[in-house]
């Protein structure tokens, strides 16, 4: 793999005329320490294979009749700008990244439906600015979002960048990549989950996606990687299970994320607060996505 360089020189001289050979071995010795940073390639990564970056721009093509299967080996992922993501070794020691990073690109293929002409769409510091985790639709308008911050809107017919949903100033904080449509008000439910305090809040968004009905904070006692909120009719349910991120080791170059034996189901009413959460132990594990969830009289 092809490597690319960042070099800090030192030049040393001194007032005498001339300088020894020992010394010009020390001088070249002196600018190679000073080779601070090197970014490698990780191979074996995600990002390398099936997660390798798509960076072609090209023009709308209009495809009039379709035949097959989408390859296995067909490019997705977080695709990082810059091709590959790197790993930066440097007399400080080595970095790592995780295979989700990377700023993402939008692409879109339509489906127009001829009978009533409506489209069918498929997509293929601590916080990040990144947004390429998923794409979704509230009151009319069209966001691309990864949880680490907030959505963006976009033109879903030209993919141009809008610019940052706050909720009208309401919303300030990382932002779900899995908000979820409350059944029957069509409210946006939301979560927004941060390394710093609070750790996790909870939010509904007016259907018309104006205002900030509701915002309430779980007061956990440290950041639980929770993926995706799930909702009922008159309930939100969300997950707090045994990965969570280590600030402090963080801080001093050790692991991002710790593991611990527990893990538990949330479930709190549509505009309750902390004290309204109930807690139910389940077997330790580590899930990202909630397929579903639904009412059963008063069971959930």
Known sequence: ???????????????????????????????????????????????????????????????????GEIPEDFPEGPNPLFGGLKSTKSMFGKSNHIGVEGEGMLHALYFKKETDGSWNLRFGKINKYISNTNIFEHAGKFYSVAENHMPQEIDIFTLETLGNWDVNGAWNRPFTSHPK?????????????DATKPFVEIGVISADGHKLAHKVDLKLSRCSLCHEIGVTQRYNVFLDYPLSIDLTRLAFGGPLIKYELYAKIGIMPRYGDADSVKWFDVEPNCTFHIINCFEDGDEV
């Open 181 to 193: 449509k409350a059944p029957g008000t069509g409210e946006l439910v939301i979560m927004g989950v």
């Open 1 to 67: 793999m092809q490597s690319s360089y960042l070099k800090l020189q030192v030049n040393c001289s001194l007032q005498k005329p001339s300088i020894s050979h020992n010394f010009d071995h020390f001088k070249s010795r002196l600018s190679s320490a000073f080779k601070m940073f090197e970014f490698v390639d990780q191979p074996l990564l995600q990002s390398q294979r099936n997660f390798a970056p798509v960076d072609e721009l090209r023009e709308a093509v209009l495809v009039t009749n379709i035949e």
